[in-house]
């Protein structure tokens, strides 16, 4: 059995909507930071007949709904759809084995993690020598954001066009570039009532949507240079502008999608009094769930910490920039 590990990414620009919804092309690019942890690990092989086994964070079995299931076959259908006009025929099936230590459905981008590792073990137990970029492509055809943790570091998740192949990932810098920290407080586990793939497809009701698409590159292009320069100050205007334009898009959307809690609302006051009261290098971003991202620079980062373990309603994790999916 093949085995690969993979993590979480926190976007910076965030990836909501889609041009193709079977294929997850995205609407507009995106970019985030590959997290160092909490990681899943999945283990492949060919089988006669597809099958597959989860587990929880404690080792015990998971029992999978039939649609979590249909996702990760479907997963495997599209991928071996996309080899296929790459030229690569694949025969046969296969059985996987998942092991997660991410909390489900908390707006920490389990799926990322899930559909990232299981593109790269599909890779390396097809042995055809896919390039990172395919790899890419493969793992967004499960979840779009998973496109992004192929890569350590910084990274963009490009959309070159309307075939399956046309949209992927590029790194922009390693994980060594930059030492940031993204302290993850978590204000409850409820499961979220609508999973992102749902809400994509409501992306385009807001009358704000047409909007973000067009100002998307021009963040885009200054979150790049902001990550080039290691210049906080602007990575922090920039992406909490665009966090919060995101989460303005899915609460105008039909029906309206509400990630953020009150918790959420008050943790970001708190942050950004005490970031102005001890001039801290911190931002707070959010992808879909009331999940708060604290991104800081080595310096801020014992006093959000601090901050942080005093929210002791909150579950909390302390990452920092990882490497990427690959092959144990
Ligand atoms: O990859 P998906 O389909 O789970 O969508 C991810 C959407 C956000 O996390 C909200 C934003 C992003 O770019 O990661």
């Excluded at 404690?58 to 996309?82: A, F, V």
């Excluded at 080899?83 to 694949?90: A, K, N, Q």
């Excluded at 137990?125 to 492509?137: A, F």
Aim: hydrophobic share 40%.
């Amino acid at each position: 059995m093949i085995r690969a590990v993979s993590t979480p990414n926190i976007a910076l620009i965030k990836y909501w909507g889609n041009r193709n919804e079977p294929f997850r092309l995205p609407a507009a690019d995106s970019l985030s930071m590959t997290l160092d942890t909490p990681n899943v690990e999945v283990g492949i092989d060919f089988a006669d007949t597809f099958s597959m086994q989860s587990f929880n964070p404690d080792g015990t079995e998971k029992n999978l709904s039939t649609q979590q299931m249909y996702r990760i076959e479907e997963h495997i259908g599209l991928m071996n759809t996309y080899l296929g006009s790459i030229g690569i025929r694949v025969k046969g099936n296969v059985t996987l084995q998942i092991h997660s230590h991410i909390p489900a459905s908390v707006g920490l981008a389990s799926s990322a993690a899930v559909f990232s590792g299981i593109a790269r073990a599909y890779s390396a137990l097809l042995d055809e020598g896919l390039t990172e970029q395919e790899i890419s492509v493969m793992s967004r055809l499960g979840s779009g954001s998973a496109s992004r943790t192929t890569y350590g570091g910084f990274v963009s998740m490009i959309v070159t066009g309307d075939g399956i192949g046309d949209s992927y990932a590029e790194q922009i810098a390693d994980e060594d570039h930059w030492k940031l920290s993204d302290i993850i407080l978590i204000p409850n586990r409820d499961e979220k009532k609508v999973g992102s793939t749902e809400g994509h497809a409501l992306a385009s009701t807001s009358p704000y949507f047409k909007q973000r698409i067009s100002d998307i590159p021009t963040r885009q292009a200054e979150c790049i240079n902001a990550i080039l320069k290691k210049d906080f100050e602007k990575l922090q205007s920039v992406s909490e502008i665009d966090a919060l334009d995101m989460h303005h898009v899915m609460e105008t959307s039909t029906p309206v999608l509400q990630y953020l809690s009150a918790e959420t609302h008050r943790i970001i006051d708190e942050v950004k009094a005490l970031r102005s009261a001890k001039h801290l290098e911190v931002l707070f971003t959010m992808d879909a769930g009331p999940t708060v991202h604290l991104l800081c620079t080595e310096d801020a980062k014992t006093e959000v910490l601090a901050y942080a373990k005093s929210q002791t309603q909150c579950t909390i994790f302390e990452t920092q920039i990882g490497p990427g999916s690959h092959i144990l």
